[in-house]
């Protein structure tokens, strides 16, 4: 069966969506995007990813074409039709059409246009045996904190990742790990710790780190949101990464150096049972 997509005002077979060449998303980048977890054909910690967007359209004064509540709606529709029980919802919501200026256009309606993806996220086996990261240069621009459809420094981080045998980039500045490609990064000390890095303009605001971090306070997991260095991961008991599309995947290797005992850890397993328990029991 053909895959629904929703493409300004209407469903219709994802074969036969079409936006504008002359929409601002394709020849600027200028839009937004999200992407939630469909669990048991529920979306997942949806509240956040929807504040998240509309911080990300209010960074860069785009409006939505429809409310909060309705694009709610508009997601659960498509799960329907898609018949979707695990996988992802992508939307993704640009300054709409018009010709190439770049300052904004006077009259232009937003685009929004959003497909669901099937993907095994609970039984995957890069969740059994954990993935290989691969160190690469941050070359991303200063506003990280927006959920920007500029991704062609990630397309190149994790294309260098893949040539190199790995399934995700972690992006390194003046030494430090900033995040990765798709993913926020964490890694847990000799002692137990889980450490992250803060929320800036540095980095995305991760809806599943979010909720991480909240799960492992009430789990009596000590957290601790500061900076760490490539050579503090290298010598990390265990590693990590969190998104949407992956929940909690072990990293056991970085740069082909294993990470622990290069297989993944208790705690990381640990955290990756609660996300999901989270995630069951809160899905809509």
């Given at each position: 069966?053909?895959?629904?997509?929703?493409?300004?005002?209407?469903?219709v077979?994802?074969?036969?969506?079409?936006?504008?060449?002359?929409?601002?998303?394709?020849?600027?980048?200028?839009?937004?995007?999200?992407?939630?977890?469909?669990?048991?054909?529920?979306?997942?910690d949806?509240?956040?990813?929807?504040?998240?967007?509309?911080?990300?359209?209010?960074?860069?004064?785009?409006?939505?074409?429809?409310?909060?509540?309705?694009?709610?709606?508009?997601?659960?529709?498509?799960?329907?039709?898609?018949?979707?029980?695990?996988?992802v919802?992508?939307?993704?919501?640009?300054?709409?059409?018009?010709?190439?200026?770049?300052?904004?256009?006077?009259?232009?309606k937003?685009?929004?246009?959003?497909?669901?993806?099937?993907?095994?996220?609970?039984?995957s086996?890069?969740?059994?045996?954990g993935?290989?990261?691969?160190?690469?240069?941050?070359l991303?621009?200063?506003?990280?904190d927006?959920?920007?459809?500029?991704?062609?420094?990630?397309?190149?981080?994790?294309?260098?990742?893949?040539?190199?045998?790995?399934?995700?980039?972690?992006?390194?500045?003046?030494?430090?790990?900033?995040?990765?490609?798709?993913?926020?990064?964490?890694?847990?000390?000799?002692?137990?710790?889980?450490?992250?890095?803060?929320?800036?303009t540095?980095?995305?605001?991760?809806?599943?780190?979010?909720?991480?971090?909240?799960?492992?306070?009430?789990?009596?997991?000590?957290?601790?949101?500061?900076?760490?260095?490539l050579?503090?991961?290298?010598?990390?008991?265990?590693?990590?990464?969190?998104s949407?599309?992956?929940?909690?995947?072990?990293?056991?290797?970085?740069?082909?150096?294993?990470?622990?005992?290069?297989?993944?850890?208790?705690?990381?397993?640990?955290?990756?049972?609660l996300?999901?328990?989270?995630?069951?029991?809160?899905a809509?």
């Amino acid at each position: 069966m053909d895959r629904i997509a929703y493409v300004n005002g209407d469903f219709v077979p994802l074969a036969e969506a079409r936006i504008s060449p002359l929409d601002r998303g394709f020849l600027f980048a200028d839009g937004i995007y999200e992407v939630s977890a469909v669990l048991d054909g529920k979306l997942v910690d949806n509240d956040s990813h929807l504040a998240r967007l509309k911080r990300s359209v209010g960074e860069i004064a785009l409006d939505l074409p429809v409310t909060l509540e309705e694009l709610v709606e508009l997601e659960r529709e498509l799960v329907r039709r898609n018949t979707l029980t695990e996988g992802v919802v992508y939307m993704q919501v640009t300054r709409g059409v018009a010709d190439r200026d770049f300052t904004f256009p006077k009259d232009a309606k937003p685009t929004l246009f959003m497909f669901t993806q099937e993907k095994n996220i609970l039984a995957s086996k890069a969740a059994e045996t954990g993935i290989r990261v691969k160190s690469v240069p941050d070359l991303r621009w200063a506003r990280r904190d927006i959920k920007s459809v500029a991704l062609l420094a990630q397309v190149l981080a994790k294309q260098a990742a893949a040539e190199a045998g790995c399934q995700e980039a972690w992006m390194v500045q003046d030494g430090f790990i900033t995040e990765g490609g798709s993913s926020s990064a964490f890694i847990i000390t000799a002692n137990d710790v889980v450490v992250t890095r803060p929320n800036s303009t540095a980095v995305l605001p991760g809806c599943t780190r979010r909720a991480l971090l909240a799960l492992a306070a009430e789990g009596t997991i000590t957290v601790e949101e500061r900076l760490f260095t490539l050579d503090e991961a290298l010598a990390a008991k265990e590693a990590f990464i969190a998104s949407a599309s992956s929940f909690v995947q072990a990293v056991v290797a970085i740069d082909d150096k294993p990470i622990g005992t290069g297989t993944p850890g208790p705690l990381t397993k640990r955290l990756r049972e609660l996300y999901i328990a989270f995630a069951r029991q809160t899905a809509v």
